[in-house]
């Protein structure tokens, strides 16, 4: 079997990206209209739409990055995972039913659409779009980079060295495919086979992470423990408050993720959040084991020696699924990180998309463009090459940048302005305003500027602390806002 | 409710402070880790005691403000017209099991900083990080089962979808018609923009 591992991997691979063509090609008969293409008809059951919430807020961040930073720091990145189930409370909680009831009573096929429609205001909806489709080339270009990097080293084996061109083009078009085919509608349900396909791997990976361990888990601790015990304490090597300002701007910043609350807005029935929650956590749950058995069992064998020191800390999951994982199970993990990448950028294509021709155009004409569809089909494309050659050709270093600027400046920029504003009728659109133009300048500036806070506190934390406390202190200290009577009513349930 | 958004702006002033106040302090060699002698991906966190000793009671409070602003969010989300939050007892019951996770873990973190590696391990992981994996993680979902057992009678019931249905109703008839959608809620919201 072991002389047929590449051959696994690439059918795995292969396997899985038809299945997405499949999608796409039946998603298209069902998108009709752009409500369609935004909004999947708003028409979602509970277990479509709690796996898309799901899968788009695990990247392929938590298939590499995750295990990675366990490797490198411990603990300190579990509180990213820990975060989880409070995240998850707090976004359904205080969004669950007010973003559906909204977005239904006012039609909304976007984010910025219901932003508009709470604080009456076009400046609200144009900044909002504005930091949506800024975070979404940097997200993207990172998702697409790692995408190809990983088909690359894939296709490496069996047909030697393949450009990085090329392969950023054989996963781009496959994506670009399923989502101007069949739009949002194919974009949650690849999400469906994605989640499954990742929860299946992370259970196989945790198995043959234990198994590969004397001891377990208890065998990974101890021998991380005789090396460096604060690396198994709760707090691993970044120290208190790194670890307490992640817990912080991952779990309330899970409400400020567009990508994650557009979701939201197009299951079938607004009781249907009651179900959505446990469904997401649940496989949420399952899927981040992968993250943390991953990289306490590297870490553990490479401190026994039984493994040889990894050149970097991403090598972390690779390697052992090329060491230590049999043949078929590498070629479930491979094709799951590939969905767990996919699963998020095709979430940033439609919102980039739903940004540029739907909320942008309108903030400025009052009217939405002709041919809407065709146009936000069109969008689709141009910002998946946009942010192709952007991830080829503008250097790691700002690639890099902008996609940790991500979820720290969405986080920042959306929780104050939808997550707060929209169970809070005092809050203005100016402070709206204020919160967003604070979060931008906050967390490009400080990374451009390469300013770190002190104790390893994260930017994005301090950013949303700060967006936070501006938006409500502008609110308290304004006259309370006019809000249209529908949207007071529904703020009032 | 009416106080709520005070109490939530005086924490976030407070948790700015705490950011501030650290800015101030004469950082330990090993404050967010140092790089590993032998392994160049890897950082160590070294002496625990040298880097938490000074700050450990303002970590706990940093932690304790996260919690009471989460549980404030909460309830925030739950008010309704301006009646008393639903099944406040019950969330507040929640919300003390979830800030007592977090004292149990400071407190088994304390006696691990001072004897490193002391106590054992509970269910595979050292006693403090035990309470982190399980106690912070698995508390919240006390949250979750309120939220599906309550759904009903705390965040969206019959009388409300009715109630919704109606307004649905009367805005679709709106817009398909003449009339205009709806009023707004203020004499001064006739402005087209506020702010």
Redesign the interface.
Known sequence: MEELRNVVILSSVGLYLLVCIGVGLWALRRTKSTHDFFMAGRDLGIFVTGLAVFSSTLSGFGFVGGPGLVYRMGMSSIWMVVCSSIGFVLSFYLLGKRIRLMAELRDSVSLPDAVAARYRSESSRFLTAVAILLGVMGYLATQILAMATVLQDILRTSFGTISLEACVAISCAVLVFYCVTGGIIASVYTDVVQGLVMMVAAVLVLVAAVAAVDGGFAGMSRTILADDPEAMSPWGTLGIFGALSWYFVFALGGAGQPHVITKMMMNRRVSDARHILPVSVGAYAVSAMLWISIGLAMRALVLQGAHETLPNADAAAPQFLQTYAHPMLAGVVFAGLFAAIMSTADGFLNIGAAAAVHDIPRSFRGKPIANELLWARIATVVIAVIAALFALYSGENLVALLGAFGWGTFAAALVPTVAIGFNWKRATATAANVAIAASLLINFGTRLFGYSMPYGIDTGAVSLMVSLTLFFGISLASKPPAIDEDVAAVMDM | MKRL??L??VI??A??GV?GW??F?E?AF?????A?P???????????EA??RD??GV?FA??VL?VVF?VG??F??????GEAVPGKGTILFAAVL?LGAFVA?FWT?SR??EA??AGG?F????V??A???YG???I??L??LI??AR??EW??GAA??T??TK??E??RRA?TGTQA???????????????
């Open positions: 958004p005070f939530l702006f976030l002033l948790m700015c950011v650290l800015a302090q950082p090993n404050q967010a880790g140092i590993h032998e392994h160049p991906a890897m950082a160590l966190g070294a002496d625990g880097r938490h700050v450990l970590g940093f932690a996260i989460f969010l909460l925030f989300a739950l008010h309704r017209r979830f873990l973190y691990f900083m490193p590696g391990l269910l595979g992981f050292p403090p990080t309470w982190m994996l912070v993680w698995g919240p979902l949250f979750i939220y599906v759904f009903n965040v969206f409300e979808e109630e919704y307004l649905l009367r805005v817009r959608p709806t009023q707004p809620s203020s004499p001064g919201a006739s402005r087209p923009e506020q702010g």
